[in-house]
């Protein structure tokens, strides 16, 4: 339980869109159990405090800060509240994602432009405001949570999602390299069929939870939908010394989907 003793993270999008564990509430509380002080950002206050609430009820550290990642502010407000409390970072996971469905033909400028803002562009500000603390101490991991959808088609459309996605995996990759020399390491998780409040969000309203559940478990070869747990322990992989020589990459999550 001390993977990450002595860690200070910060957790973009640590609440969860509805009940029960998204990607970022899981990997919040599983940072703060191996050890991590753990700052909640999320544009809801209040996902962020039932977060932040959850690790303190376990006897863990956790703060919050509501910040909206398509402000220009963001980036510089996570880092002076990271400095303010523990004095840096040595963890930044960006897990916030929307989804908009739509091909080419049903996707507007304004729609296009909203996915690429929250999925994209709020991983490179903040990631830019964070990296000149890590610079400077030689050491800091960054994990981006893209998403299957970059290399690998649905049965339905989401066009800006998929190359959102793609072009996250791509920025982990260029901020891998330009900060190696300083042992900053950068890397990408792709979530495959995940179990998370933000499918229903975002992904499919319509259909029943059940029917739901059963259709995308029987697309994964392992027989099962990811949980946010399984999204969260690769993400503690990254996030830990345990990858200390491990940069660039991406990692599915996915049961065996693309195997
Ligand atoms: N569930 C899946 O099947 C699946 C699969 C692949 C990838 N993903 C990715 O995982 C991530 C979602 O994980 P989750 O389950 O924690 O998601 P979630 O949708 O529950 O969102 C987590 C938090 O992000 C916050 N948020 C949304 N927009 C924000 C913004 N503009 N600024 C600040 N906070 C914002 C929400 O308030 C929420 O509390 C996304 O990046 C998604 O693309 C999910």
Redesign the pocket.
């Known amino acids: 339980m001390s993977r990450l003793a002595g860690k200070r993270a910060a957790i973009?999008?640590?609440?969860?869109?509805?009940e029960g564990w998204?990607?970022?509430?899981a990997t919040a509380v599983l940072f703060a159990r191996e050890g991590a002080k753990v700052l909640c950002?999320?544009?809801?206050q209040e996902?962020a405090e039932a977060t932040a609430e959850l690790i303190r009820g376990e006897g863990g550290t956790a703060e919050t800060l509501m910040?909206?990642?398509?402000d220009a502010q963001?980036g510089p407000q996570v880092m002076e509240r990271m400095t303010a409390l523990w004095g840096g970072i040595d963890i930044l996971d960006y897990?916030?994602?929307?989804?908009q469905a739509g091909g080419i033909l049903e996707t507007d400028d304004a729609a296009w432009a909203r996915v690429f803002d929250?999925?994209l562009t709020?991983a490179m500000r903040v990631t830019r405001a964070v990296l000149p603390a890590m610079r400077a101490q030689n050491a800091g991991s960054i994990v981006f949570?893209?998403?299957?959808?970059a290399v690998y088609s649905a049965p339905y459309s989401y066009v800006s999602y998929e190359v959102s996605?793609m072009a996250l995996v791509r920025l982990a990759k260029s901020v891998a390299r330009e900060n190696a020399p300083f042992q900053v390491r950068a890397n990408v998780l792709l979530?495959?069929?995940?179990d998370?409040?933000?499918?229903a969000?975002?992904?499919d309203s319509e259909t029943d939870a059940e029917t739901l559940a059963a259709r995308r478990a029987a697309m994964v070869p392992m027989g099962r939908q990811g949980t946010?747990w399984d999204?969260a322990r690769a993400a503690l992989f990254f996030a830990s010394d345990e990858s200390a020589y491990v940069t660039g990459i991406e990692m599915r999550v996915d049961g065996g989907l693309t195997a």
Do not use: E, M, Q, Y
Request: charged content about 10%.
């Open positions: 973009i999008g640590a609440g969860s869109v509805g998204g990607n970022g509430k950002v999320d544009r809801s996902a910040a909206d990642v398509t963001a897990n916030v994602g929307i989804s929250i999925n709020g949570v893209s998403s299957l959808a996605k979530p495959g069929v995940i998370t409040p933000h499918v969000a975002f992904v946010a999204v």
